[in-house]
């Protein structure tokens, strides 16, 4: 992991383990000064079936996650790259 990973996940208090942080900047979204997080989320097994070797990556899907902040004139957003999963197993 890199350390703006480990420094991100360590100010925003993450404990999930599929999050990546890649990227924080500040930016401004929807009218507002907000600090945008980019994670890539990985999972290791199909979150239906738990099969580790039946599942293909499918394409991405962005989120947006509103988190709260101590901070509300800089509100935090992680905005999260899904990776689209097909799975083989049970077709999910």
Known sequence: ??????????????????????D???????GRKVIMCTAIAELDTCPNCKS???YIYNGFKVVHIPYI???ES???IIKVK???IFCKNCEL
């Open 24 to 30: 924080c900047s500040q930016t401004t979204y929807k």
């Open 52 to 54: 580790a070797d039946d």
């Open 69 to 71: 902040s101590a901070d």
């Open 1 to 22: 992991m890199n350390p703006t990973a480990n420094y991100i996940e360590n100010l925003l208090n993450v404990k999930d383990p599929c999050l990546n942080f890649v």
């Open 82 to 84: 899904k990776h689209g």
């Open 74 to 76: 800089n509100p935090v």
